[in-house]
């Protein structure tokens, strides 16, 4: 199958490519040499950067699976660790194959102790976002052969590892508590509840409950195939930067509260509206308005065009931990009930706008006990087994060139240089008066 492109009057063919999933893309690999012109599309709405074989996702129908398998199958079943196996290496792990993997996440969870140190000096009111960002990037100061092919599984078993005891870390720091050390005897999970939530004076057992709900929030945000932050892996990994600094710059694209900062950003306007007397008229009213910068945060997707299945997963998670904590949490009500109102509403519906994964996902952090500036960083911990395994996958595949985008120019045409003495004042180089 063939596409054809007629340009000034000229007829070109490209070649079609169709996804296991029957999913159509028109290889433009040609078009510049074979053209002369580009493809032009912000924000890459059309535009495939890659073949992979890791996440299918079909957002008419909320379809996610992993290598293969569903979410829901996945999110039910899987251990998160099992998880990070399937997305790196592509296949489920045997139990042998568990254990060995298990086993070096555990013996690599401690960080350097120099590494430690930098933690002192951040201002306690740092974002712990910004504390992992620049705490992963921190990792190729101490790995420094992170960018050579014989290093590279012990530093995917280091990364993953060694993350969860630097968002750990983060936590402590931000709420003034001691830093806890990883325990050798605890599984991923527990061993990273175990960091955030033990103190010195007593003595902590990670709660069955609470490992598995960390389980599932993990599971349910390890991949998402070419989204921004992971876009922004592969990106900074094709100029054949080492892999924590090209994870270390997939955090900095989670932060933004467009992509996972929304689940922060969520819980805060749930407790304005719930501040500002539950008036759900006048959020949804603002949303809706063109004029105004508040959206409604936990809706809407890029992919998703009817439901997110890891939303409707979440939803059901918050009623169940909830109820099994005996927790009574107002934004949980909010929540479902501001669902309502814009799942009714012509503004949402004509645009297909529907509860995302963040949008539940912070009733979840609040029942656990983390504040909300520690939402993203729990995502960041459940995306890093996809960020690794496109990382690996672009490092092995040998069609990946440099990335590198083109542009239309807008600007000025050629005009001759005009020399300081000869330029015309524009506007007042005063500085303004100030009345005091
Ligand atoms: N509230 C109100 N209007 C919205 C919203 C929203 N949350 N989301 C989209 N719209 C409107 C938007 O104004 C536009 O309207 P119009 O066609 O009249 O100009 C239309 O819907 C399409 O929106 P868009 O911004 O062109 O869509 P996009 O695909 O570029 O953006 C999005 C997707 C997720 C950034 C956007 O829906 C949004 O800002 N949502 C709120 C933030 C959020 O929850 N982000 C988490 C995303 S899911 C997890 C993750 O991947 O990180």
Redesign the pocket.
């Known amino acids: 199958m063939d596409a054809k492109l007629v340009l000034e009057g000229k007829e070109f063919e490209f070649p079609v490519l169709v996804g296991t999933e029957n999913e159509v893309g028109i290889d433009f690999t040609k078009l510049r040499p074979r053209t002369g012109a580009i493809g032009l599309d912000p924000?890459f709405?059309n535009t495939g950067s890659c073949r992979s074989t890791i996440t299918f996702i079909n957002g008419e129908k909320g379809i996610l699976r992993y290598r293969g398998y569903p979410i829901e199958e996945v999110a039910e079943a899987a251990t998160f660790e099992e998880v990070c196996y399937l997305l790196i290496f592509g296949h489920l792990p045997t139990r042998g194959e568990l254990e060995t993997f298990s086993d070096q996440l555990t013996h690599h969870s401690m960080i350097h102790e120099s590494l430690k140190k930098f933690f002192d000096d951040f201002p306690p009111t740092a974002h712990p976002m910004m504390i992992l960002s620049a705490m992963v990037a921190s990792l190729s100061a101490f790995y420094t052969r992170a960018g050579e092919t014989e290093d590279v599984d012990l530093n995917i078993i280091r990364l993953l590892a060694k993350a969860k005891t630097i968002a750990a870390y983060s936590f402590k720091r931000s709420v003034g508590q001691p830093f806890v050390y990883p325990r050798n005897d605890l599984s991923y999970t527990e061993n990273f509840l175990h960091m955030l939530f033990a103190v010195p004076a007593e003595p902590y057992n990670v709660s069955p409950v609470m490992d598995r709900v960390l389980n599932l929030l993990l599971i349910l945000h390890a991949d998402?195939e070419q989204?921004?932050s992971t876009a922004t892996v592969r990106v900074v990994g094709s100029s054949q930067a080492n892999l924590f600094a090209a994870v270390s710059a997939g955090i900095a694209a989670?932060w933004g509260?467009?992509?996972?900062g929304?689940n922060q950003r969520v819980i805060e306007m749930l407790g304005m509206i719930r501040d500002d007397g539950k008036d759900y008229k006048k959020y949804v009213g603002k949303?809706?308005d063109?004029d105004d910068d508040f959206?409604?945060?936990?809706?809407?997707?890029?992919v998703y065009k009817n439901f997110d299945p890891r939303a409707t997963i979440l939803k059901k998670a918050a009623d169940e931990l909830l109820g099994e904590l005996g927790i009574d949490d107002p934004l949980l009500e909010i929540a479902k009930h501001l669902e309502e109102i814009a799942l009714e509403d012509e503004y949402f519906l004509e645009?297909k706008?529907y509860p995302?994964?963040?949008f539940y996902s912070g009733i979840l952090y609040r029942a656990m006990g983390l504040p909300t500036d520690m939402y993203t960083v729990m995502f960041a911990l459940g995306r890093l087994p996809g960020w690794i395994a496109q990382w690996k996958e672009m490092r092995e595949d040998p069609r990946a060139r440099i990335s590198r985008p083109r542009q239309i120019y807008t600007g000025e045409a050629q005009r001759p240089y005009v020399p300081l003495d000869l330029r015309v004042e524009s506007r007042s180089t005063e500085p303004e008066l100030v009345k005091v």
């Open positions: 924000g709405g998402h989204n921004c989670l509260p467009l992509h996972g929304a949303a809706k063109k959206r409604l945060m936990g809706f809407g997707h890029r645009r706008l995302n994964v963040d």
